[in-house]
């Protein structure tokens, strides 16, 4: 009876902490500026590697005048539940981090819900180990550089599982407006000039919104994008992918 009440503490407390951690940093983390952006995957272009396909798009960016400015990453972890709650499947659960939101953790549900803390969500993690089991070989990163072009930022990854190259993402950041609706045709037309006829459709995240495209994006649609990818490029087996 005590474990069990041990257990039931633990559990408030720990929901308890996320509630105010979320409060927290709604009110105080403004570090990064958030925008609308979109998050696609670009396939490996016919007989290239996918290093010589991102040598390709920083190719034609460099031709469009974009400036290089630094690198970013963005990694997923993937934990699995210990043991199912009334007979139902557990839910997977994704922790990510991106460097444009550095003081910033993102736990992402499999189906929702999701929630933004700081970094010591990650502590949180270590000490809730007996409920959450991390997948081991899982971990997806994805590294590469930022280019500025006028109004946007432009994000090319190679994304990486156990060391090898799954495939290649690009983030598109429309600077001045955080509505989907207000400049996405302006965006696609943009990303034409150096995706060509792989240009994405408007990111499915935000059809779930109520507001649709004219909800305000924030930094956990991101993320969502960014795991939608990720996803997507665990099942793919990419030729020529090893990295060195």
Sequence with gaps: MWRCIRKLTMAFLTVLWLFINFKFNLALNRVACVVFCSVC???????????????????KLDQLGAVKQGSFCVD???????????????????????????????ALFEGGPCLKAD???????????????NAKGYKVECRGS????CDFLIKVGTVTMSSSARGISVEV?????????????????????????NVPELPSVFATKPEGLFAPADAID??????????????????????R
């Design 119 to 133: 970094t010591n969500f990650d502590i949180l993690m270590v000490k809730l180990k007996s409920h959450f089991q």
């Design 146 to 149: 930022r280019y500025r072009y």
């Design 41 to 59: 995957q670009v396939p490996v272009a016919e007989g290239k590697s996918v290093q010589q396909t991102v040598d390709l798009l920083h190719k």
């Design 222 to 243: 991101t993320m969502t994008q960014y795991l939608e990818v990720f996803n997507k490029l665990r099942k793919l087996q990419i030729p020529g992918s090893n990295v």
């Design 173 to 197: 950041e429309y600077c001045p407006c955080v509505v989907p609706g207000d400049c996405w045709n302006l965006m696609k037309e943009f990303m034409q000039s150096f995706l060509s006829s």
């Design 76 to 106: 997923c972890e993937t934990y699995h539940a210990t043991a199912n709650v009334g007979g139902q499947q557990s839910k997977l659960l994704y922790v990510m981090h991106n460097t444009e939101t550095p003081l910033s953790c993102f």
